[in-house]
């Protein structure tokens, strides 16, 4: 009987290998590379066309820019796309290119990990959720946020912790304390 050691096969059969199985993971997963999932064509009206398509190449989503949006890929597979309407105000839509899920837009909304987003909706409020679909995640934090004219600034850190906890770091009141809470979604209405 014939035995397969790891630790016998040379250092190019060794690599091979490897390279075939993150080639397999990476096409198990549904994409091989998130940039061949997105266009940004300039037209010649001063206009930038952003679209976004399938595995096939089918169309899925396209929209116009008036200038040249910031394009970036989050996590390995989420397109994020800014569009600045002065600064610092901006508007952000993402796309998945695993299960080419589009967002609606969101205005200055901070991209944390994990598919979730953080954006200020009032002087009080901070929201937190999913990118793609609120019923997945998405709750709202009231707190004594200081007063901003861009209320997203405020906002020092959010990070996902285990068991629906997050770590809200922020600054508070007239005096901008910054102040670190451990906030849990399970006990938010």
Do not use: W
């Not at 091989?32 to 206009?47: A, S």
């Not at 901070?126 to 709202?140: A, H, N, Q, Y």
């Not at 850190?157 to 922020?170: A, C, R, S, T, W």
Request: aromatic share 14%; net charge negative; with cysteine.
């Amino acid at each position: 009987m014939m035995t397969l050691s790891f630790i016998n096969i040379n250092k190019s059969r060794k690599a091979f290998i490897i390279l075939l199985f993150i080639t397999m993971v990476c096409y198990a997963r549904g994409h091989n590379n998130p940039t061949e999932h997105y266009t940004v064509i300039y037209e010649n009206n001063d206009q930038y066309r952003v679209s976004f398509y399938d595995d096939n190449k089918k169309l899925l989503y396209s929209e116009t820019y008036s200038h040249e949006p910031h394009v970036s890929i989050m996590d390995g597979s989420i397109v994020k796309v800014e569009f600045s309407v002065g600064n610092p105000a901006y508007y952000v839509l993402f796309f998945d290119t695993v299960d080419f899920k589009v967002s609606p837009p969101f205005f200055n909304p901070s991209y944390i990990g994990r598919g979730i987003i953080i954006y200020r909706e009032d002087e009080k409020k901070l929201v937190i959720r999913d990118i793609f679909d609120k019923e997945v995640l998405c709750f709202e934090v009231l707190k004594d946020f200081s007063p901003s004219a861009v209320p997203s600034l405020t906002v020092l850190e959010v990070i996902p912790l285990e068991n629906g906890l997050f770590k809200l770091k922020y600054l508070k009141g007239p005096n901008f304390v910054i102040t670190t809470e451990t906030i849990d979604i399970n006990t938010i209405n």
